[in-house]
């Protein structure tokens, strides 16, 4: 091995394991900002597990379209800075050692295909993905985890990202369930956590402007410079249009029957892959001569609605709803006519045709959604309710970049319902 590697102190833990320490770990969150050497040492670890421990490694990201570009050559970088030339064989798409291999793939290889591609990854007992924040659920991670299974090699699933929102599924599931806010170099229960920055690097080879520039985004803008630079998680993002802190939550198993004076779910289907059929169930109630509107339930799936047509009559009944408004364009009108023939008799079924665009409804709506609804305190405890409110808070008007453009059917189909109240409430509503 070379003597000009610079790895920081905090990674130890995670070599350790390769020595036999830390038995109990089968996952490790990496996190980390800018020039925090994250994908660097990792590569690093992958090599020396390949070369010495003869280990078999699914080396990822959530899609292919970087990989031979940027994962593959920054580990294959690292076989001449560990001096294994002449050890591991590399090739356009493996790095090979003796039977034992470090395979790169992507997990989702289309932007056509809904599901993640599982399959063909057996055989390995390490699975990293890079880019990790890119991972949609937590399902699509524990079917990985679940796949990585060898019984004779310690297995383990390692996570790298740039922390985004508290409001991602990582920082729920590893972080606010167990007690942590972040930026955390520790081990709980089976999960090993690292965390480090550019500060944990040898500052003289980073590139001076870059620093420079760290300086003047620290005195400029803290909050961008506490997650891009240093890798802490932020607690919304700028500009959506309801931020988190902005909505009305409580209890809703407690609300009171008597104050309720409609109750109605209305469904905005999905008409494009990869775009979420959103259904809310509402329960519009008057409490001091004001409108309060409850969501008390939701659909919130990317199965579509054929599939969510056999949920949606039971909801129904389940919470007593006494209308049905479903947006009947395009795919939404096939999607009306099987939904109503399985409707109870004496809920009221009306399909609607809008030629607003969304935007522009959104745009109308949003403040109505954020003055007048309340949502459940206990959202995270139904992981599709917690997937529409991450969505609904995460909608950023005019995203030049798109990374929410499937997250506008929560917030549609929010100010979809908001619409249907105003129409029907207007005098209670603006006294007129």
Not at 312 to 340: D, Q, R, T, W, Y
Not at 362 to 371: A, C, G, L, P, T
Request: aromatic share 12%; hydrophobic share 35%; with cysteine.
């Amino acid at each position: 091995m070379k003597n000009d590697i610079d790895i920081s102190i905090k990674f130890e833990p995670l070599f350790e394991i390769l020595q036999g320490l830390h038995p109990e770990v089968d996952t490790v969150i990496i996190t980390g900002g800018r020039y925090s050497l994250k994908s660097y040492t990792v590569s690093i670890f992958a090599n020396t597990a390949l070369a010495y421990f003869k280990w078999n490694i699914l080396y990822t990201r959530y899609t292919n379209s970087s990989i031979i570009d940027s994962i593959k050559p920054e580990v294959s970088d690292k076989i001449e800075l560990l001096g294994l030339e002449g050890t591991l064989i590399d090739t356009q798409t493996h790095i090979e050692h003796r039977g034992n291999r470090i395979s790169f793939k992507g997990i989702k290889p289309g932007s056509k295909q809904q599901s993640a591609n599982l399959k063909g990854f057996s055989g390995f007992n390490c699975f990293i993905n890079d880019e990790a924040e890119e991972l949609p659920n937590f399902k699509t991670f524990k079917k990985i985890f679940y796949s990585v299974r060898d019984t004779k090699k310690q297995n383990l699933s390692i996570l790298i990202l740039n922390p985004t929102t508290k409001d991602h599924w990582i920082f729920y599931e590893f972080f606010e369930k167990k007690g942590l806010e972040g930026g955390n170099n520790c081990i709980v229960d089976n999960v090993m956590y690292i965390h480090t920055s550019y500060l944990d690097s040898t500052l003289e080879k980073m590139p001076g402007n870059i620093l420079r520039d760290y300086e003047r985004m620290k005195n400029e803008d803290p909050t961008e410079y506490e997650n891009i630079v240093l890798g802490g998680w932020i607690t919304e993002p700028e500009g959506v249009l309801l931020p988190k802190s902005q909505l009305k939550f409580q209890d809703l198993s407690k609300i009171p029957n008597e104050c309720i004076i409609f109750r109605f779910a209305i469904s905005d289907p999905a008409d494009k892959g990869g775009d979420k059929y959103s259904n809310p169930f509402i329960h519009v109630a008057e409490i001091d001569g004001r409108l309060v509107c409850f969501v008390k339930d939701v659909i919130h799936s990317t199965s579509g609605i054929e599939a969510n047509a056999e949920r949606i009559p039971l909801k129904i009944i389940e919470h007593g709803i006494e209308s049905f408004f479903i947006e009947s364009n395009g795919v939404g009108l096939a999607a009306a006519l099987l939904i109503k023939k399985a409707l109870p008799a004496n809920v009221g079924y009306a399909p609607f045709h809008s030629s607003i665009q969304k935007e522009t409804r959104i745009i109308s709506h949003y403040e109505f959604v954020k003055k007048f609804f309340v949502f459940d305190i206990n959202y995270k405890s139904n992981p599709e309710y917690h997937n529409y409110i991450n969505d609904l808070t995460g909608y950023v008007k005019s995203n030049e970049n798109n990374v929410n453009k499937h997250k506008i059917d929560a917030i549609d189909s929010a100010c979809l319902a908001a619409n249907i109240i105003k129409l029907k409430y207007h005098k209670t509503i603006y006294g007129q």
